[in-house]
């Protein structure tokens, strides 16, 4: 459950608040809830494919339905789809900073970055080249790290509505902002790329639909909570994209010490997502290839599957000036495919299959408690509205 509350409780929660404030909050708080909702929906759809895929392959291999076996490799095919201080006062949150400005004496921002990313792939990207069970430890930490910075940034702003120096005045609906409201809450919501690969190693799975819906809940609360806080807390126009900026101030936060912890949070985050989607998508490669007699050769299943899930990324982390861009596609899109697009229809199809090879009376294990078509088109449906508000706002924005 670690594993799940991590790949939702990532960096999606830093631009909600901003996305909170400018939709006002009664509106950014249905929409929330409306897309956890269809999330954990979409969830039990990828959960009951899962079951439904591992109990064809026992059957094909064994023919003995009562044989229980671990989700082998192959099954990575019903989800191959999966394919994201200083204390000077608020002045630093609107300065404009240069990629030439130095950052350690003669050293540029730039090549300060270029560094970090150099530390960060050659400490974290080895965790590519083996199992997920090998993340446990990071997962362990990067929880006890996201507890701490979201009890941080609360009592903070806690702190400051409590003394009366609140100075926020959110709405509490603003249509024109909708559309940014719904990207940033489906980015919140997804865990859908990594489920194949954390689901397998539970060893009981009796209580598996209840555990899943309570990290849902606690993470769709903690969403709300910190949200709804910094949009009183904080002038609309003074609440930062990343939201963790509105915090590294002195006079917000008392200790370089907290500044500083707050400030490494996205640096904690992504080290343990990144294994998480990166050996995900090294599994899925290997899927898509597995026809291939030349994908179970050693060099190629144990080196280049794993570099080519690496590599790419890296590239682009190095090139990339626009982050924004990359983070508004990723969230907005492809987010909203993965999530509510694909789950809907691997399960019709899944269900189709699993009544052809069984018979009709067949009964899943884990089978979804959502059954009727009702729920695979609602899925699609809130799926093409988002991506069309999403595509609106994009082209007015541009206009």
């Not at 026809?291 to 050769?297: H, K, L």
């Amino acid at each position: 459950m670690m594993y799940v509350f991590n790949s939702m409780f990532g960096i999606g929660i830093l631009a909600l608040p901003k996305a909170f404030a400018d939709a006002g909050w009664l509106a950014s708080s249905v929409i929330l809830a409306l897309a956890m909702v269809m999330s954990y929906i979409t969830v039990t759809f990828l959960i009951e494919v899962m079951s439904s895929a591992n109990a064809r392959v026992v059957w094909d291999r064994s023919n003995d339905s009562n044989k229980e076996v671990n989700l082998d490799r192959t099954l990575y095919l019903s989800a191959f789809f999966s394919n994201i201080p200083t204390c000077t006062g608020e002045s630093n949150f609107t300065s404009n900073f240069y990629d030439e400005n130095h950052c350690w004496g003669p050293i540029s921002r730039i090549n300060a970055y270029r560094i970090f990313l150099a530390g960060f792939v050659l400490l974290i990207g080895p965790f590519v080249f083996f199992s997920i069970q090998k993340n446990k430890f990071i997962q362990i930490f990067a929880t006890i790290v996201s507890f701490s910075v979201f009890c941080i940034m609360f009592i903070m702003a806690f702190h400051l509505l409590a003394i009366g120096r609140g100075k926020g005045n959110p709405t509490l609906a603003n249509l024109g902002a909708l559309p940014n409201v719904f990207g940033a809450c489906s980015l919140a919501a997804v865990s859908h790329a990594t489920l194949p690969h954390i689901i397998p190693p539970i060893l009981n799975k009796a209580n598996l639909g209840l555990g899943i819906a309570i990290v849902f809940i606690v993470v769709g609360a903690f969403y709300a909570l910190l949200s709804l806080t910094i949009m009183f807390t904080f002038e609309n126009d003074k609440i930062q994209e990343i939201v963790l900026l509105n915090f590294l101030d002195c006079s917000i936060v008392p200790g370089v010490f907290f500044i500083y912890f707050l400030g490494l949070y996205t640096t904690f985050k992504v080290s343990a997502i990144f294994p998480l989607n990166a050996v995900a998508l090294r599994d899925n490669i290997w899927a898509m290839f597995s026809s291939f007699q030349c994908s179970r050769i050693w060099v190629v299943e144990r080196l280049f599957f794993p570099l080519l899930a690496i590599i790419p990324p890296t590239v682009i982390a190095v090139v990339t000036k626009n982050i924004m861009v990359i983070v508004g596609i990723t969230g907005s899109y492809a987010a909203t495919t993965i999530q509510f697009i694909i789950p809907p229809l691997l399960v019709h199809y899944s269900r189709r299959d699993t009544q052809e090879k069984f018979g009709p009376s067949v009964r899943i294990k884990h089978a979804s408690p959502f059954q009727h078509n009702f729920w695979i088109i609602l899925a699609i449906i809130f799926a093409v509205f988002t991506i069309t508000t999403v595509t609106i706002l994009y082209i007015t924005h541009q206009s």
